[in-house]
């Protein structure tokens, strides 16, 4: 399990190094500045909560992690799709009403922090 976390969330972030480029280079000149903004807080969140899935999947790896560090690292990845996925899917699509998913993706990041740091006092 824990290399399938490590896999996922180096996968988050290269592709968020990918969308981030692609943002610098492709997207500046044809996005209003706002909506670039946008897009370029999907791709911190999105390469921020990468790392995190990453040190979630080492630490299972490492410890006698609970089955609460996991769930943790399943809920990082699912914030990434829901909170950094609709940022990117309001850019493109244009439409604003996506952004009822972002605080789900928000607060999947929220719980998954606080999984882990429970999880980690009780392994």
């Not at 996968?11 to 610098?24: E, Q």
């Not at 979630?56 to 490492?62: A, D, E, L, N, T």
């Given at each position: 399990m824990s290399r399938l976390l490590i896999f996922c969330g180096a996968?988050?972030?290269?592709?968020?190094?990918?969308?981030?480029?692609?943002?610098?280079h492709g997207l500046k000149s044809r996005l209003p500045p706002e909506i670039l903004a946008t897009f370029e807080t999907g791709v911190q969140y999105q390469?921020?909560?990468?790392?995190?899935?990453?040190?979630?999947?080492?630490?299972?790896?490492?410890?006698k992690a609970s089955a609460m560090v996991t769930a943790a690292g399943w809920l990082m990845l699912a914030g990434i799709v829901l909170f950094s996925g609709s940022l990117y899917a309001i850019c493109f699509s244009g439409i604003r009403s996506l952004g009822m998913?972002?605080?789900?993706g928000?607060?999947?990041?929220?719980?998954?922090?606080v999984l882990l740091a429970i999880g980690i006092l009780r392994s």
């Open positions: 996968l988050c972030a290269a592709l968020s190094v990918i969308l981030g480029a692609f943002g610098a390469f921020y909560h990468a790392l995190g899935l990453i040190l979630i999947g080492i630490v299972v790896q490492f410890t998913i972002t605080p789900v928000g607060m999947a990041f929220i719980v998954a922090w």
